[in-house]
């Protein structure tokens, strides 16, 4: 009986196919694109644990990613590597990249396609913050995009990805893909497994394959995609110039109000950003400086030498804000609006703001001469003071500091700027010039 059993086990054995059937009717799908960042890992990383839980048919990985940033590479690596799901990487739709450790993780699939019009390479650097040691490619046809990318065809003929589409357009889309995989045995961590991905329908002429799969969408959470979408260089610089410029408008209109509560949420979001990138401290500081400047002139009512020393510090330091990879650069049109619409608000919005918020009507300004009014807030030497119903911004001598709600006599009409001082007068500080209603009333003196 044992011997019977023996020689059936040997037979079916041997009338077995030369790898496992995938069974189950499932196929995952993930698209991974812009920067393969912490959120965009972790997707990967979670997708070929669910696939192997679920004992999906397959996994696909879209790729169109240009790097990677703040991430293990060897984490990545290492899930795709003991998948026992067959996982395989379709570079596309036409124009997509992948590029460094976007590169890696096609090659680790069990199959690579790259679409038309799209490419696959250079792998190096495999991060666009650093490039660690013990994830290059220094053997086989992966030599070929070490430092270059190469086309559909051309990374086929070099042997570097696979020729899964045969003859043009080749793979145009990703139900071509996946139907050009039915009938394919796929290398695993588990040996080789046959999928079954499509069924033949229409007869004759009509006759085709189609998809034969239940496909299960994966993406990233709210947060997540939150995290990735604030991971962008430019998004992140976008935001953080743009907060500086509202929190300084904010404070300029003495009030927390829409604008500083909005600046404030536009900071955090980019040193959310600013966490997964190369961020290159001293350039933003040079940044927040500007910022600095901008409003010195502001407060001084018109655009003098501090705007110009601003704009060159923006400049520079947003040309440096990045370290690492050149790829990882502020893209030149985002500079040259984001510094033109910077250097506009604060020449020309800013003002106008100011002036609406702090003064009356600028005809008849110099018969304010002598009017009496009440300090908002402590002048010493510049503060803001409360005027015909109106607030002023305000500056007195070093000499005679006013205290908040004392009150205050105009002496003098500056731009936007009323010199205040007690109303019985005070002390002039030598060092201060007098203002230009006491020029002129110099006593006399015997010759």
């Given at each position: 009986?044992?011997?019977?059993?023996?020689?059936?086990?040997?037979?079916?054995?041997?009338?077995?196919?030369?790898?496992?059937?995938?069974?189950?009717?499932?196929?995952?799908?993930?698209?991974?694109?812009?920067?393969?960042?912490?959120?965009?890992?972790?997707?990967?990383?979670?997708?070929?644990?669910?696939?192997?839980?679920?004992?999906?048919?397959?996994?696909?990985?879209?790729?169109?990613?240009?790097?990677?940033?703040?991430?293990?590479?060897?984490?990545?690596?290492?899930?795709?590597?003991?998948?026992?799901?067959?996982?395989?990487?379709?570079?596309?739709?036409?124009?997509?990249?992948?590029?460094?450790?976007?590169?890696?993780?096609?090659?680790?699939?069990?199959?690579?396609?790259?679409?038309?019009?799209?490419?696959?390479?250079?792998?190096?650097?495999?991060?666009?913050?650093?490039?660690?040691?013990?994830?290059?490619?220094?053997?086989?046809?992966?030599?070929?995009?070490?430092?270059?990318?190469?086309?559909?065809?051309?990374?086929?003929?070099?042997?570097?990805?696979?020729?899964?589409?045969?003859?043009?357009?080749?793979?145009?889309?990703?139900?071509?893909?996946?139907?050009?995989?039915?009938?394919?045995?796929?290398?695993?961590?588990?040996?080789?497994?046959?999928?079954?991905?499509?069924?033949?329908?229409?007869?004759?002429?009509?006759?085709?394959?189609?998809?034969?799969?239940?496909?299960?969408?994966?993406?990233?959470?709210?947060?997540?995609?939150?995290?990735?979408?604030?991971?962008?260089?430019?998004?992140?610089?976008?935001?953080?110039?743009?907060?500086?410029?509202?929190?300084?408008?904010?404070?300029?209109?003495?009030?927390?109000?829409?604008?500083?509560?909005?600046?404030?949420?536009?900071?955090?979001?980019?040193?959310?950003?600013?966490?997964?990138?190369?961020?290159?401290?001293?350039?933003?500081?040079?940044?927040?400086?500007?910022?600095?400047?901008?409003?010195?002139?502001?407060?001084?009512?018109?655009?003098?030498?501090?705007?110009?020393?601003?704009?060159?510090?923006?400049?520079?330091?947003?040309?440096?804000?990045?370290?690492?990879?050149?790829?990882?650069?502020?893209?030149?049109?985002?500079?040259?609006?984001?510094?033109?619409?910077?250097?506009?608000?604060?020449?020309?919005?800013?003002?106008?703001?100011?002036?609406?918020?702090?003064?009356?009507?600028?005809?008849?300004?110099?018969?304010?001469?002598?009017?009496?009014?009440?300090?908002?807030?402590?002048?010493?030497?510049?503060?803001?003071?409360?005027?015909?119903?109106?607030?002023?911004?305000?500056?007195?001598?070093?000499?005679?500091?006013?205290?908040?709600?004392?009150?205050?006599?105009?002496?003098?009409?500056?731009?936007?700027?009323?010199?205040?001082?007690?109303?019985?007068?005070?002390?002039r500080d030598y060092r201060e010039p007098r203002p230009k209603a006491e020029q002129g009333h110099e006593p006399e003196t015997d010759a």
């Open positions: 009986m044992l011997v019977v059993l023996g020689l059936l086990a040997v037979e079916l054995a041997a009338s077995a196919p030369a790898g496992a059937v995938a069974s189950n009717r499932t196929i995952d799908v993930i698209q991974v694109d812009g920067l393969i960042d912490p959120p965009n890992a972790q997707l990967i990383v979670d997708a070929v644990h669910a696939a192997n839980r679920d004992d999906s048919q397959i996994l696909v990985i879209k790729i169109n990613s240009g790097g990677a940033v703040n991430v293990d590479p060897a984490r990545v690596l290492r899930a795709l590597q003991a998948s026992r799901v067959p996982v395989v990487a379709w570079v596309g739709p036409s124009g997509s990249k992948a590029r460094g450790l976007a590169a890696l993780v096609a090659l680790d699939a069990s199959v690579t396609g790259v679409s038309n019009g799209s490419s696959i390479g250079p792998i190096s650097p495999v991060m666009l913050d650093s490039d660690p040691s013990g994830v290059r490619r220094t053997g086989g046809p992966d030599t070929a995009i070490l430092h270059r990318s190469l086309g559909g065809d051309a990374a086929v003929a070099k042997g570097v990805t696979d020729a899964v589409c045969a003859g043009p357009p080749g793979c145009a889309t990703l139900g071509d893909f996946v139907v050009a995989l039915d009938g394919k045995t796929l290398q695993t961590a588990a040996g080789p497994v046959k999928v079954d991905t499509a069924k033949v329908v229409g007869e004759g002429k009509d006759r085709r394959r189609q998809p034969d799969l239940n496909i299960r969408f994966r993406k990233l959470d709210l947060i997540g995609q939150a995290v990735h979408t604030l991971t962008s260089p430019s998004i992140a610089y976008g935001l953080l110039v743009v907060g500086l410029a509202l929190i300084v408008f904010e404070f300029f209109t003495i009030s927390i109000g829409l604008a500083g509560g909005t600046g404030a949420v536009a900071l955090v979001g980019a040193f959310v950003g600013f966490n997964n990138l190369p961020v290159t401290w001293w350039a933003l500081a040079l940044i927040f400086v500007a910022m600095f400047g901008y409003a010195i002139d502001v407060q001084a009512g018109r655009a003098y030498s501090w705007t110009v020393i601003a704009t060159v510090l923006l400049i520079v330091g947003t040309l440096f804000l990045y370290g690492g990879s050149p790829a990882l650069n502020v893209y030149w049109w985002v500079i040259v609006v984001m510094v033109l619409a910077t250097v506009t608000f604060f020449v020309a919005a800013m003002p106008v703001a100011v002036r609406s918020r702090f003064s009356t009507p600028t005809i008849g300004r110099e018969s304010l001469i002598g009017e009496v009014g009440e300090a908002a807030v402590d002048i010493s030497p510049d503060g803001v003071v409360l005027l015909r119903g109106a607030r002023w911004r305000a500056r007195t001598n070093r000499a005679t500091p006013i205290s908040a709600g004392d009150p205050i006599r105009v002496v003098e009409v500056d731009g936007l700027v009323l010199e205040v001082e007690p109303p019985e007068g005070g002390a």
